[in-house]
């Protein structure tokens, strides 16, 4: 079982920064993807950032420019480092990782989500 602790959400103004961290812990032997994921109410959850393990990363259209997402493969952490933030930036940010347990299990955990708001 992998648990993930996610950090870093809270109010900013337009314009301003936060810093998104997610650990994982537990049966762990390799990570593969890590992932942020977002979610407004009503709406259906939408992929913000991805980094492979070898460290290809992806970014939804819509923060391009604006996030970056980075790993810390010794502490089984991903970042997500987010400037310039916008009011339609406020959701509920997920993590996401995926890997092999010890035993060769595949897992594929979130994080109990961190808000996100940004005001006008």
């Known amino acids: 079982q992998v648990q993930l602790v996610e950090s870093g959400g809270g109010l900013v103004q337009a314009g301003g920064s936060l810093r998104l961290s997610c650990a994982a812990s537990g049966i762990i032997f390799i990570i593969d993807a890590m992932g942020w994921y977002r979610q407004t109410p009503g709406k259906q959850r939408e992929l913000v950032a991805v980094?492979?393990?070898?460290?290809?990363?992806n970014y939804a259209d819509s923060v391009k420019g604006r996030v970056t997402i980075s790993r810390d493969n010794a502490k089984n952490t991903v970042y997500l480092q987010m400037n310039s933030l916008k009011p339609e930036d406020t959701a509920v940010y997920y993590c996401?990782?995926?890997?092999?347990?010890?035993?060769?299990?595949?897992?594929?955990?979130w994080g109990q989500g961190t808000q996100v708001t940004v005001s006008s």
């Open positions: 980094i492979t393990g070898g460290g290809i990363t």
């Open positions: 996401n990782v995926r890997g092999f347990g010890t035993r060769g299990q595949i897992f594929d955990s």
